[in-house]
């Protein structure tokens, strides 16, 4: 009962572009494509710059115990 077969996928694929249109649904995939690029984009500017910020400040923890 709860297996979905490759008719009942097609027929649900139609009943969403008929729904949605195809200009609706190609947008919606295009917010979510530029979405993943800049959620990509932004992890990989965040490893670098924490990795040079602790090259830059060597050893502050040992000022303290002076």
Known sequence: MGNIGWTG??????LVVILFGKGKISSIMGDLAKGIKSFKKG???DNPS???????????????NK
């Open 43 to 45: 992890m990989s500017d």
């Open 50 to 64: 924490e990795n040079n910020n602790t090259d830059n400040n060597p050893d502050n923890s040992n000022s303290d």
């Open 9 to 14: 996928i097609i027929i649900i694929a139609i």
